[in-house]
């Protein structure tokens, strides 16, 4: 069963270099996933690879069925999530091309996507102060230092809703809240990637200043395409190298995040929550 899942965004449909593929199709009971789960070896270890806009890109930010991705991931014992997303960036020393490893997150959604598994008949409160895995984030980290790859660890995601940009009054409000970077897809799959007991990190690649920064140098589309084509470039160099050198145990308190979540009476959640979410919570009810 593969223990580490990749989550690809624009500009990540594939990674070369995965051998001995198969693509497997995953029935959740939250509905059908972007994809199908492209599953094989990469640089020696068993991965699973979500393209979570759907190949072709056809998925926006908003239509994503975020249970069914992180679930069909849970499903086939995935315990470690890497996240590729592009993003913009909201301080100017946090550059174009340049990546950045999130250890905080904002909501901007106005719930405007479903990011539980928790409801219909059972309510759970998982701990989420620090919503990344700080094991996998270093290891990330590391690895990217190490290849040549510009990187800052840390920041604050904040995550809009799209699938329109910001507006410039929004830009200025974001910046001047601390925030680091915006995107469009994380905290869904970080919520629930917790809530599954799956470590989750995001790999955020920088495409662009965010409208706040205003050049006098005009940019264009082939600009903003060839910063999208280097950065998915670095992005599957930085995963080819950091697959191996995950550790196989986990030690960090993701895999037990549930553990005194629930707060619903066993005997009181129903029977067809219970086998849906088996994966999930049974080890707990």
Not at 35 to 52: K, Q, T, W, Y
Not at 79 to 101: M, N, Q, T, Y
Not at 200 to 205: I, P, V
């Amino acid at each position: 069963m593969a223990k580490i899942g990749i989550i690809g965004g624009s500009g990540l449909y594939q990674i070369e270099g995965i051998k001995n593929i198969r693509e497997e199709e995953v029935s959740t009971p939250f509905g059908t996933p972007s994809d199908r789960l492209i599953i094989g070896e990469l640089s020696g270890v068993e991965v699973a690879f979500l393209p979570r806009h759907g190949r072709g890109h056809a998925i926006s930010p908003t239509e994503i069925n975020y249970q069914a991705n992180i679930f069909a991931l849970k499903k086939i014992g995935v315990e470690r999530i890497i996240s590729v997303s592009a993003v913009g960036s909201l301080k100017e020393e946090l550059k174009p091309k340049d990546f950045v490893i999130p250890d905080q997150f904002v909501d901007r959604t106005n719930q405007a996507r479903r990011m539980t598994f928790l409801c219909n008949g059972i309510v759970g409160h998982v701990s989420f102060a620090d919503p990344t895995c700080d094991e996998l984030s270093q290891c990330l980290y590391a690895t990217a230092q190490a290849a040549g790859v510009c990187i800052h660890k840390g920041g604050t995601y904040i995550n809009m809703e799209g699938p329109a940009f910001s507006t410039r009054a929004e830009s200025h409000l974001y910046r001047s809240w601390g925030m680091d970077i915006i995107g469009m897809t994380n905290i869904a799959e970080a919520r629930l990637a917790r809530e599954a007991e799956i470590c989750y990190s995001t790999l955020a690649a920088i495409t662009d200043y965010d409208c706040w920064y205003i050049v006098h140098e005009e940019v264009s589309l082939e600009m903003v395409m060839d910063c999208l084509k280097q950065n998915t470039a670095n992005a599957k160099k930085i995963l080819k190298e950091v697959i191996a050198k995950i550790p196989q145990k986990r030690t960090c308190a993701c895999q037990d995040a549930l553990k005194y979540a629930i707060v619903t009476d066993r005997e009181a959640i129903p029977k067809k929550i219970k086998r849906d979410l088996a994966i999930i919570i049974g080890k707990y009810i």
